[in-house]
């Protein structure tokens, strides 16, 4: 029997090939030893193809994984007829990436062919808008009307993020356009937590946090949105100096703020070379319970064990109360009771203070 670790490294047709082979089974690996929900789980490939959920499931089942937040992808990769070879990935080549609302759709209709009780494991976001449109704020509305009790929030919402934002033909997307004020204004309404992806510098620029004024224009303009950051702001060839310490000051400054720990942060900033940073362990029990964890696998779920268990190193050096709310309180405080709010118009209540 071989072990799943094999798979890492390899591409879809490739993982496929092995798993329709039948010439050996595959173990999966058991994932973090600790019970945890992923909070970041990309259902689609930059292709729109998913193996479904019933699929994604299973891996949980192997993976030590309890619940997942899941999305898709808010673009597709284009096949352009120049292109000998079709890509699997929005890098593969220079062709672009457009809008691609239907993704929503496919979610939306994956989540109805589960059973009650797996239904109950899924926290589906919708993301499937161009950011940069102000009509954004009607897609998520029609999608609540035409898929009621399905969604749990919104995201996530890709933003600046370096290559694919080059890839992306119309207006810069950015947290702090304006065509996103009535998204934030209705996940505050209903207490939706909504999460976004927003480099937080440019590429290969890393003596400032480039774009940190656009995050926090919107905290302070919308400081009661349940927002979650997501890898912290960091992306490929993306940083910026005393990092530690601007996202302690971020967490102190905007109680709404909400980071995970997914993708590289992980890798590079968190534990670079399999060490725990004891700044990063200090900043984790301080604000545990602003803090997600999810694997950030995108569109195939072979591979879900694998990231998981990496974070163990880390999670070991926590106290169990912290581990308990970065691995499973915090994502459901944040996504449990969040599906039906909208059709129920169960907004907010705020005390009067006048």
């Known amino acids: 029997m071989l072990h799943e670790s094999i798979l890492i490294g390899l591409n879809n047709v490739q993982i496929d090939d092995i798993i329709d082979s039948g010439s050996a089974a595959l173990e999966p690996l058991a994932g973090s030893r600790y019970p945890m929900i992923d909070t970041h789980v990309h259902a ?8 479904g959920f019933a699929n994604l499931i299973a891996h949980m089942d192997g ?24 890509p699997e990935y929005y890098l593969d080549d220079d062709s672009e990436c457009y809008y691609y609302s239907a993704t929503d759709t496919i979610i ?15 926290y589906p976001l919708m993301c499937g808008f161009n950011p940069a449109d102000k009509h954004a704020i009607k897609h998520i509305r029609r999608m ?5 009790n399905v969604w749990c929030g919104i995201g996530e919402i890709l933003l600046r993020h370096d290559d694919l ?21 209705f996940a ?26 656009e995050l926090e224009e919107i905290l302070r303009e919308f400081p009661r949105v349940k927002m979650i950051f997501c890898h912290c702001g960091i992306s490929r060839r993306v940083y910026a100096p005393f990092y530690k310490k601007m996202i302690e000051r971020l967490l102190l400054q905007y109680p709404g703020l909400h980071i995970d720990y997914s993708w590289i942060i992980f890798d590079e900033i968190i534990c670079k070379n399999e060490i725990p940073d004891p700044e990063w362990i200090e900043l984790t029990e301080r ?3 602003r803090i997600l964890i999810g694997s950030d696998v995108i569109g195939n779920f072979h591979k879900i064990g694998v990231i998981n268990h990496r974070y163990d190193i880390f999670l070991e050096t926590l106290s169990e109360e912290t581990r308990q709310n970065i691995c499973i309180n915090n994502a459901e405080r944040l996504f449990s009771e969040t599906r039906g709010k909208v059709e129920n118009d169960d907004k907010r ?4 203070i006048f």
């Open 44 to 51: 689609v490939n930059f292709l729109q193809e998913t193996p």
């Open 63 to 86: 993976a030590n994984i309890q619940k997942a937040v899941v999305f898709w992808l808010p673009v597709t990769k284009q096949w352009s007829e120049y292109e000998r070879e079709a």
């Open 108 to 122: 939306a209709e994956e989540y109805k062919k589960l059973d009650v009780e797996s239904q109950k494991r899924i």
């Open 144 to 148: 609540y009307d035409m898929y009621p």
């Open 165 to 185: 934002t080059l890839l992306i033909n119309g207006d810069t997307p950015r947290i702090n356009n304006k065509a996103l004020y009535p998204i934030f204004k």
């Open 188 to 213: 505050d309404d209903y207490g939706l937590p909504i999460s976004i992806h927003n480099n937080i510098s440019t590429t290969w620029i890393a003596d400032r946090p480039k774009y940190l004024h």
């Open 287 to 289: 604000f545990s319970t």
């Open 349 to 352: 209540v705020y005390p009067d």
